[in-house]
């Protein structure tokens, strides 16, 4: 069965450097999330999509921004990168009211040095 | 504001025993989903099991299963004949189905080994 694909699974930024994260869910999901995990933390909800349109906003700092395309893929953008941006993201699918638990892909995991 | 509590940080058992992780919540919502993550070592968010709040019957998957307690807001889980695979860190989750608040909130998790 296709999963929630995430790229790239590894990336390391300097610091003030922007990166990228990409998650393609599963096909015919209309809702995506993305979670950001510090090392040795529970995952903190960053900001979620349905429909292509911001459906809620968490702790996602004013550096970071996203967005849902035509195809519903998302992209979390990331500038002036610090260290403690240093985690793992994130991102997960479901379909709509979808209540047996999202689906998780594999994370990206971002190294900021 | 919801919450989710897991007061043992970390657990170790023997294999082939059963062990029981704690899980408590706090809200004010009637309609609710709980549900058991895993993270094994590969850091992959795999689900474990759920629980829809208006069931009264406890859930279960194979060797996995939880003791709901709504009342007492509790929601452990059990794995039974516990498997040296199963060493992971276990999250606790809460979700309300919402259209637009439906993220799933995490306890601080339990990291459980399991040991030969």
């Known amino acids: 069965a296709a999963g929630v694909i995430q790229s790239p699974r590894h990336l390391i930024k300097e610091k003030r450097e922007t990166a990228t994260l990409k998650c393609y869910p599963i096909p015919r999901h209309d809702t995506v999330y993305w979670y950001q995990q510090g090392p040795g933390q529970d995952p903190q909800f960053l900001i979620s999509f349905y429909e292509k349109m911001q459906s809620d906003k968490g702790s996602i700092p004013d550096r970071f921004s996203a967005q849902q395309f035509s195809d519903y893929h998302s992209e979390l953008n990331m500038s002036s990168l610090e260290l403690g941006d240093s985690a793992l993201y994130f991102c997960?699918?479901?379909?709509?009211?979808?209540?047996?638990?999202?689906?998780f892909g594999s994370g990206t995991r971002l190294t900021v040095v | 504001a919801q919450t989710v509590t897991q007061s043992q940080p970390e657990m170790s058992v023997q294999e082939a025993e059963t062990v029981t992780l704690s899980c408590t919540y706090d809200t004010s919502e009637s309609n609710y989903y709980l549900f058991w993550y895993k993270q094994p070592p590969s850091r992959q968010m795999i689900l474990v099991i759920r629980?829809?709040?208006?069931?009264?019957q406890n859930a279960t998957e194979n060797r996995f299963s939880v003791n709901f307690q709504k009342a007492a807001k509790s929601f452990s889980l059990k794995i039974s004949d516990s498997q040296l695979g199963d060493t992971a860190m276990y999250f606790c989750?809460?979700?309300?189905?919402?259209?637009?608040?439906?993220?799933?909130?995490f306890g601080k998790g339990t990291r459980l080994h399991i040991l030969p």
């Open positions: 989750a809460f979700m309300k189905p919402s259209v637009r608040d439906d993220k799933i909130i």
């Open positions: 629980q829809e709040a208006y069931k009264q």
């Open positions: 997960a699918s479901s379909l709509g009211l979808e209540t047996r638990g999202y689906t």
